[in-house]
């Protein structure tokens, strides 16, 4: 290889960025870090050029996209289209015709208009190196809601992904009256990923509904609180009085436009909870003052000490809790 010039990165389907090599067979191993100007979900490939006038290049690689990571929450409070930076959607919406949702009044639904069948997948997320460390997929799911009742045949079903692109089937359920929302906890380290593994960095979930055709409502299932992640700690879910000062991670993270913050303290405390921007601006003061000891919950609404909604971004959230304790943590809104 005596013409190879670099490598060109695509974001979205345009070039971002060139990394260059020597033009000659190293046999090297080369790699490159590319961070967007702004943070958000994308659409990855690349391809090699050579150095000739005018440059060749090769066919794109595959593509992919940016990952999520854990934990991840989704409480669909936005009546539309499935936040497009967390889901890919195939006919189903939010609304608010589910029966007393546990996030109300919204949830996803999934009802088979107009071609028999809905499918919601979640965007790629990280998973790498997450395996026999209990991390969880939890959601509540409905049929019917204020709309028609599935038939048994009308079913909702859920899939994960595996390393080897295969869906694997993890759950089905026939369709029935109007029932009140159930959860569904799935250990992932419980389900056979067949011959691959869902431990890596692409891992989605899908969920899919089955029914009749028709250009009206029907065949109706409601999903909502979808959570990945480790589980809370069995000693602490017990506990009346936590254990330890702690900050959790937000939820839902990445959000729009609202995301709570929880934190738990073992005594009595003074605390401060603070928002910051990239550049180390309090953009936020959420909490300040004494707080009995327990678990307490905040909820930062996108906006700054003023009321004006901020802009889309990473953000920092940080803890202070007695005379130690500090804690900081990053989110993500996009609107």
């Known amino acids: 290889m005596d013409d190879y010039a670099g490598v060109q990165l695509y974001q979205d389907g345009a070039p971002v960025a060139l990394f260059s090599g020597a033009p000659s067979d190293t046999g090297a191993a080369l790699s490159a870090t590319y961070t967007p100007a702004t943070p958000g979900y994308y659409q990855w490939f690349i391809t090699v050029v050579d150095n000739e006038t005018p440059p060749h290049e090769s066919v794109p690689s595959d593509t992919f996209g940016t990952p999520l990571s854990i934990p991840f929450g989704e409480t669909f409070d936005v009546a539309g289209e499935p936040n497009p930076a967390l889901w890919i959607n195939h006919n189903a919406d939010v609304n608010d015709r589910s029966n007393n949702p546990p996030s109300a009044p919204y949830a996803l639904n999934l009802n088979g208009m107009p071609f028999g069948e809905d499918i919601v997948e979640l965007k790629p997320l990280d998973l790498s190196g997450m395996a026999g460390s209990g991390v969880v997929f939890r959601y509540s799911y409905q049929p019917q809601g204020n709309g028609n009742a ?95 000062f702690s900050l959790e991670q937000n939820y839902p993270n990445p959000f729009n436009p609202g995301t709570k913050i929880l934190f738990a303290l073992p005594r009595a405390s003074r605390i401060t909870l603070h928002v910051f921007d990239v550049t180390g601006r309090q953009v936020r003061k959420l909490a300040e003052g004494q707080f009995s000891s327990g678990r307490h919950q905040v909820v930062w609404d996108g906006r700054d000490d003023a009321g004006v909604p901020v802009a889309s971004g990473v953000y920092f959230y940080r803890l202070k809790a007695g005379s130690r304790f500090v804690q900081t943590r990053k989110m993500v809104l996009l609107r």
């Open 150 to 244: 599935p038939e048994p045949v009308d079913s909702l079903r859920v899939y994960f992904k595996n390393d080897l692109g295969n869906w694997i089937e993890v759950k089905a359920y026939p369709g029935t009256p109007l029932a009140p929302f159930v959860e569904e906890v799935i250990p992932l380290d419980s389900v056979s990923a067949g011959d691959g593994t869902f431990f890596y960095s692409q891992f989605q979930v899908r969920f899919r509904s089955t029914g009749g055709v028709g250009n009206f409502p029907n065949d109706d299932w409601f999903i909502d609180d979808v959570f990945l992640g480790p589980l809370v700690r069995i000693d602490e879910q017990v506990s009346g009085v936590p254990k330890r």
